[in-house]
């Protein structure tokens, strides 16, 4: 008999590896979907650089910029499925045995945002302090956001 989330649309869970790569130049918050369908924070990833993790091919994950909760994509897809690492050798064609198992990168993009939105982005890297933004003269909608955006900072 199958465990809670151990089969999802007729699907058994396969153990698969990944290396999740972040190819953006902000810091990328990883999040697995839990069994309640809630995201839940695997790590914090800096630029450019890499975390290996082992999941299931049932899991889902997602990744959002971590100031501004902004998603990211993986492969033009906002949610991401890991193949099972077996089916992963199988595609690749390799002729040497499966005595280790093979990780799959994962690329971690941003998708395109609009002006404002990468201005805030930049905004909320480089202002430290709510009286930092508070001394712009911008919108208060944007001063709001923007003081939003580095207490999600803060808060970590």
Not at 71 to 90: D, I, L, S
Not at 126 to 145: A, G, H, R, V, Y
Request: charged letters at 25%; proline letters at 4%; one cysteine or more.
């Amino acid at each position: 008999m199958a465990l809670m989330g151990d089969q999802i649309a007729g699907t058994q869970r396969q153990p698969a590896y990944v290396r999740f790569q972040n190819n953006t130049c902000f810091r990328i918050e990883i999040n697995w979907i839990n069994y309640q369908k809630k995201e839940q924070t695997y790590c914090i990833l800096d630029p450019k650089k890499f975390v290996d993790a082992n999941t299931f091919s049932t899991h889902k994950w997602v990744f959002r910029e971590y100031a501004s909760k902004c998603q990211m994509v993986v492969a033009g897809r906002e949610v991401f499925v890991a193949t099972p690492w077996v089916e992963e050798h199988k595609r690749l064609e390799f002729k040497h045995p499966i005595n280790v198992p093979l990780r799959t990168r994962v690329i971690i993009e941003m998708t395109v945002l609009d002006l404002r939105q990468l201005c805030l982005l930049k905004l909320s890297y480089i202002l430290k302090t709510k009286e930092d933004i508070m001394t712009l003269e911008i919108p208060k909608t944007l001063q709001n956001e923007l003081i939003e955006m580095i207490s999600n900072i803060e808060t970590s």
